[in-house]
């Protein structure tokens, strides 16, 4: 095509017209997405474990784990049991009763309060003392 | 291969038998017995520190009484094991004359005379505690002369005691045993009985002073609301508090008369008895108010 019709052409057919003529080589790459490596778990764990049973010494690193682990624990659940639990926001919810309320009878709980106190004394009246009879002991020490 | 143990047969015999647990951890390749190993070994302080919390708080929450009545309870059992101790020594020592046999029965007689004496000062130490306890407010009788009595027996038993520790010989052991027990028989018991039966009159004398009081106040509280259709069952009610008090009053008359004629000798024993009986028909008596009070709340 020559350059006095390109010049002519419109835009849209400018570019069609450049695609056209432009070789391979020269558009430009597109990017294509990069994929991770897959890793095989249970493969990882078998080398894992391998080279765990490969260790020299495998008992002394298993109590060290152990104690550390245990020790770890053992913290977090102190720190847990002392940690305090924040006081919650109380949600009161005010119940209006539309009869007017009764006024407490403090003088009659009192005197209940002090008929369950006796009740009691009585019961015990008897069993106090049951327990103080003199303890009786052999001392008919001979060796004759 | 042990299956559960991971170790060879050769090893087994004579390795597991020095540290069992630790090699069923170590070589197990089961991870269920490791897990429980940690679980058991996590646990284990905390159940310890939950014990002992509870095991303090048990001992700091008893009263003085209560812990008279444990410590004594337990040198009971104390005394009961050396008793047995001292029996079998005595009963070889009978039987073989031997200076070993001998040895064996001073030691086994010396404990056991010394458990005897630390049995009594704990006993004496429990009546001291029932004496505190007890309210001696609406009693005439005297609590520090009580407590003196106490004390005086107290003292003689830890000077026994003493002289027990100080023997060396089976000889010494058994005229200090007789001396003992003559003390006890003439001094320490009947003058423990005596403040055993002051104890429980005290006691009495303080119910009955309560219910006088409570008795005085229900009355007002009532009378000021029961309804006019119910004034005949105050009325009732009244002349029954009165009876049990008038009751409770002679009974407590009767038993301070038959308190008097307790000796401080051996012989008292059939006398504090008497007046202990008397005494209980003052607690029956006053036994019978605990319905009439509840009765009575119920009318308003």
């Not at chain 1, 020559?2 to 017209?17: C, G, H, R, V, W």
């Not at chain 1, 391998?50 to 770890?72: A, G, Q």
Request: net charge positive.
């Amino acid at each position: 095509m020559k350059k006095a019709e390109l010049e002519k052409s419109q835009p849209m057919e400018k570019q069609i017209l450049t695609e056209e003529n432009t070789s391979p080589e020269e558009l430009p790459k597109t990017k294509t997405p990069k994929t991770l490596p897959k890793v095989d778990i249970k493969n990882l764990l078998s080398n894992i474990i391998l080279k765990f049973k490969n260790l020299k010494k495998p008992k002394p690193i298993v109590l060290i784990t152990l104690t550390v682990s245990i020790i770890l624990v053992f913290v977090a659940i102190l720190l847990l049991s002392t940690r305090q639990p924040k006081p919650q926001p109380q949600t009161t919810v005010k119940i209006v009763i539309p009869t007017p309320s009764t006024p407490k009878d403090e003088e009659l709980d009192n005197i209940k309060k002090e008929i369950s106190i006796f009740s009691n004394e009585l019961i015990s009246l008897d069993s106090q003392l049951n327990s103080i009879e003199f303890p009786k002991i052999d001392l008919d020490i001979n060796f004759d | 291969m042990d299956a559960y143990t991971g170790l060879s047969r050769v090893n087994q015999g004579a390795k597991i038998k020095l540290m069992p647990i630790y090699r069923l951890i170590v070589n197990s390749k089961l991870s269920i017995v490791k897990s429980i190993a940690v679980l058991l070994v996590l646990l284990a302080p905390l159940t310890f520190s939950s014990l002992i919390s509870h095991h303090s708080s048990l001992v700091l929450g008893q009263s003085p009484l209560e812990l008279s009545k444990e410590n004594y309870s337990l040198q009971l059992t104390k005394l009961n094991d050396t008793h047995e101790a001292y029996i079998t020594a005595k009963s070889n020592y009978l039987s073989f004359k031997s200076a070993t046999a001998k040895n064996d029965a001073f030691i086994k007689t010396k404990e056991y005379l010394h458990q005897v004496d630390e049995l009594l000062t704990l006993y004496l130490k429990l009546v001291r505690s029932f004496s505190d306890n007890a309210n001696w407010q609406s009693s005439n009788f005297s609590k520090e002369e009580q407590n003196n009595i106490i004390q005086e027996e107290s003292t003689f038993v830890s000077d026994h005691q003493a002289k027990i520790d100080k023997a060396t010989t089976l000889e010494e052991l058994t005229p200090l045993a007789k001396d003992l027990k003559t003390h006890l028989e003439e001094s320490t018991n009947p003058r423990i009985n005596k403040i055993i039966v002051t104890l429980d009159i005290v006691q009495t004398q303080s119910t009955s002073e309560k219910f006088n009081q409570l008795s005085a106040r229900v009355n007002e509280f009532v009378a000021s609301r029961i309804k006019a259709d119910n004034k005949s069952l105050l009325i009732n009610w009244q002349s029954e508090t009165a009876n049990i008090k008038e009751k409770t009053q002679n009974n407590l008359n009767l038993v301070l008369q038959s308190f008097t004629k307790i000796k401080d000798d051996r012989n008292n024993l059939y006398q504090a008895a008497q007046t202990l009986k008397v005494n209980k028909q003052a607690k029956d008596e006053l036994k019978k108010s605990k319905d009439l009070f509840e009765e009575m709340l119920k009318v308003i």
